[in-house]
């Protein structure tokens, strides 16, 4: 895999702003919200991430990794080991959204049974629909 396939940085030139729906775009991620909330805990390293968040690929991590780092809300620490170790760690912008994040988790596993059984509700009154 090409340094190239994997550059965030040409997502967004570097002269445009952030606009308000792109911030909320990049943390509400499918797989931001779990890497946020697991580095809100301290460091982890980029195994300890890939074990929490169920689903995903070592690519898609580290697209989502980088892409958290360039927006700052992570910090990337490379030790000078053998072999080195790395190291993702919140940010200040990153702690203050944690409550946020940890807020709307909360409120998914509260009402997962609810969403599910209107969910049941609505495609059973609309299966016929669906003919």
């Known amino acids: 895999?090409?340094?190239?396939?994997?550059?965030?940085?040409?997502?967004?030139s570097s002269g445009e702003a952030c606009?308000?729906?792109?911030?909320?775009?990049?943390?509400?991620?499918?797989?931001?919200i779990g890497i946020l909330l697991e580095a809100s805990n301290g460091p982890v390293r980029f195994t300890e991430l890939e074990r929490a968040v169920?689903?995903?690929s070592r690519r898609m991590l580290t697209l989502t990794l980088r892409n958290l780092e360039r927006d700052g809300l992570l910090v990337r620490t490379v030790y000078?080991?053998?072999?080195p170790k790395v190291e993702y760690t919140s940010t200040e912008m990153a702690l203050e959204l944690y409550g946020s994040l940890r807020g709307l988790t909360r409120w998914a596993e509260r009402h997962r049974d609810t969403?599910?059984?209107?969910?049941?509700?609505?495609d059973a009154a609309n299966?016929?629909?669906a003919r």
């Open 1 to 12: 895999m090409s340094q190239g396939n994997i550059d965030v940085s040409e997502q967004v």
């Open 19 to 32: 606009t308000v729906l792109e911030a909320l775009q990049r943390v509400s991620g499918k797989w931001a």
């Open 54 to 56: 169920k689903g995903i």
């Open 80 to 83: 000078p080991t053998v072999p």
């Open 115 to 122: 969403i599910t059984a209107a969910r049941a509700r609505y």
């Open 127 to 129: 299966a016929a629909d």
